[in-house]
């Protein structure tokens, strides 16, 4: 009989844990899920701040390729209202050199959307760069979130636009293309961490799609990230017992 009392006791011991268990677990998916809106609402509160001050400090587009940049994206905007989805020349851009030569197309077009969401070439630029911070921001709360540190992704996600070389590529050389892969890069991470994880064919399609993204932008820094990429998983399969 005390056997059969230890036991039942024992059963209901483990009973009570997993009820508490799953409590918990019940608990902090509600308490996620009622952060991630207030995450959200704080990193686009910043970038409405961080518009608004360069607007009104007034000394924009400030970087040495800027205005090129901006130029160019006015062009293809000018082009895709008479029709011409894909202009490749303009006679005042070096006497008719393809305008796309040297850069990637996605950039100049995420401009332009910007110019026309604001209106003119420079509110679009005040728009691009507060894009750029929102998609860097997006990139580090969801790697937060993959690993349960939610609000450590937020604060990351807030200062990673402000790090020294983000903000010299972007009013110092003004590099509106690198400037749109330095935002992108916390995406690749988070994906890589995903496909290292999980290794499941839905995270290498994402991690394809995001390389396309920024093949677009500059064929030369997706080499060079494909290279970072494939050491890093050389490394960590080798690291893992995975090799």
């Known amino acids: 009989e005390e056997t059969k009392a230890d036991a039942i006791k024992d059963e209901m011991e483990e009973t009570v844990q997993e009820v508490a268990a799953a409590s918990k677990e019940t608990m902090k998916r509600r308490k996620t899920w009622l952060h991630i809106p207030a995450g959200v609402l704080l990193v686009g509160a910043l970038a409405f701040i961080l518009m608004y001050v360069l607007q009104g400090y007034g000394n924009y587009p400030a970087g040495s390729d800027t205005y090129c940049h901006l130029y160019r994206a006015d062009v293809i905007l000018s082009n895709i209202s008479s029709g011409n989805w894909f202009p490749l020349y303009d006679p005042g851009w070096y006497n008719g050199v393809e305008i796309m030569r040297y850069w990637g197309p ?59 070389e983000n903000m010299k590529v972007i009013f110092y050389d003004g590099n509106m293309p690198r400037a749109l ?33 920024i093949s677009l932008c500059h064929i030369g820094s997706t080499i060079i990230l494909v290279a970072v990429l494939l050491i890093y998983l050389l490394v960590y399969s080798k690291v893992n017992g995975e090799f």
């Not at 990139?139 to 450590?152: E, I, N, Q």
């Open 181 to 213: 892969i330095n935002a992108l890069s916390p995406l690749m991470i988070c994906f890589i961490y995903d496909l290292a994880k999980q290794k499941k064919a839905i995270h290498m399609v994402k991690l394809s799609l995001l390389f396309m993204a």
């Open 106 to 164: 996605l950039p100049l077009y995420v401009l332009a959307f910007t110019q026309w969401i604001g209106g003119n070439m420079f509110a679009g630029y005040i728009g691009y760069i507060g894009l750029l911070f929102v998609i860097g921001a997006i990139g580090w709360m969801m790697f937060g979130y993959r690993l349960d540190r939610w609000w450590l992704g937020v604060f990351v996600g807030a200062i990673w636009f402000f790090l020294p």
